[in-house]
C-alpha cells in the first residue's frame, strides 16, 4: 500500500499555537475525508516553516492515486502555500 508524504510549506508552523495547528489539521481531516475510505492520516511532523502529513493509501485502484494528488494540489493552491507531493 502506497504512503505519501504532503510537504507544505507555512511559514512560522513551528510557532503556531496549539489550537491554530487544530485548526489546520481539521481542515485538512476534511480534504482526506472527502476523497473516500481509503485514505487514512498517519501521523504529521511540524517544523519551523512547513507541515508534513503522511497518508495511507488502501485501495488496489491505482488511478485513485492521480485523484489523490490533484485534491492535495487544490487544497495547497486555495491556502495559497507551495509545497510538493512526495511518494514514500
Known amino acids: 500500500m502506497p504512503k505519501f508524504v504532503i510537504e507544505r510549506d507555512l511559514p512560522g508552523a513551528g510557532s503556531l499555537s496549539p489550537e491554530e495547528l487544530r485548526t489546520i489539521s ?3 481531516n476534511k480534504v482526506i475525508a472527502d476523497l473516500g475510505p481509503e485514505i487514512h492520516w498517519l501521523h504529521s511532523y511540524v517544523t519551523d516553516d512547513k ?7 488502501t485501495s488496489p485502484e491505482p488511478t ?11 487544497l495547497k493552491k486555495k491556502e495559497h ?3 510538493k507531493q512526495i511518494v514514500c
Open 81 to 83: 502555500k507551495q509545497g
Open 26 to 28: 481539521q481542515k485538512s
Open 64 to 74: 485513485r492515486q492521480a485523484e489523490i494528488s490533484y485534491a492535495v494540489f487544490c
Open 51 to 57: 507541515l508534513y502529513c503522511c497518508l495511507l493509501y
